[in-house]
């Protein structure tokens, strides 16, 4: 199906013999996953995640502009901020 790339055609999901058919990848895919995440385990570096991505994803912004990227709406905005503050001694008994 163009312009849909991760959704897989009705006639493939009916012809299949059982979910293992639609989940587990081709040889050559696994083999460009399993390089992939190789890279990756071998720089040590975590930065971006642990998925393997052997081509950048199409649903995710390359650059992000702070000045004209749109923002919460303030009824989304809080001042409050959840992370635990390990400088203070402990409070327990």
């Known amino acids: 199906m163009p312009g849909r790339p991760n959704t897989l055609a ?3 999901v009916v012809a299949a013999a059982d979910v293992y058919a639609l989940v ?3 040889v050559a895919r696994a083999l460009t996953l399993n ?3 190789r890279a990756i385990v071998q720089e040590q570096d975590y930065i971006f995640g642990r998925d393997a991505m052997p ?6 912004y390359t650059h992000i502009d702070n000045a004209t990227a749109p923002t919460l ?3 989304f905005v809080y001042d409050w ?13």
């Open 35 to 37: 390089k992939a995440y």
């Open 24 to 26: 587990v990848p081709s």
């Open 55 to 60: 081509e950048p994803p199409d649903n995710v």
């Open 10 to 12: 009705r006639e493939r």
């Open 73 to 75: 709406p303030e009824e």
């Open 81 to 93: 901020d959840s992370r635990l503050d390990w400088s203070r001694p402990s409070q327990r008994r």
